[in-house]
């Protein structure tokens, strides 16, 4: 009878460590994905031209000031680095090389996973966001 008790206690034992395990292990997965210091993206408007057959224009339009350093264009998937002044405000722009057939696209980088798609030109259209 003795060895019945023993045997209950080394299995509620070993339920025990294996529920204080996956305790421990989903807090680590909620602590690992919960954003810190997530900072949202700015508040602006922008807009593409095509300045000629060979570049395109991106202007800030209106909305609140945006750190340059952030900002990333790509066209077809390249990144390209426009020279943005420090604080990119309403009225401001800068030219890329992109013809009229290539996408330009204006993404907002807020650091770690934070990166919002703020305006896209597919072709020789335009499309601006104010995310």
Known sequence: ???DGDRLLNVIGAALVVALVVVIVVGVV?????????VDPPDAEWSFHQANE????ITHDAGEAVDGAALVVTV????????WSREVRAG????????????VRLYWDGGRSDRVQLA??????TRTSTE
Do not use: K
């Open 1 to 3: 009878m003795a060895d």
């Open 120 to 125: 896209s030109r597919y072709g020789t259209g």
């Open 92 to 103: 401001e722009a800068v030219a890329v090389e992109a013809s009229r057939s290539q996408v």
């Open 54 to 57: 060979t570049h395109v224009r």
């Open 76 to 83: 077809d998937g390249y990144s390209r680095h426009p020279p």
């Open 30 to 38: 909620i602590a690992v994905n919960v954003p810190a210091n997530r």
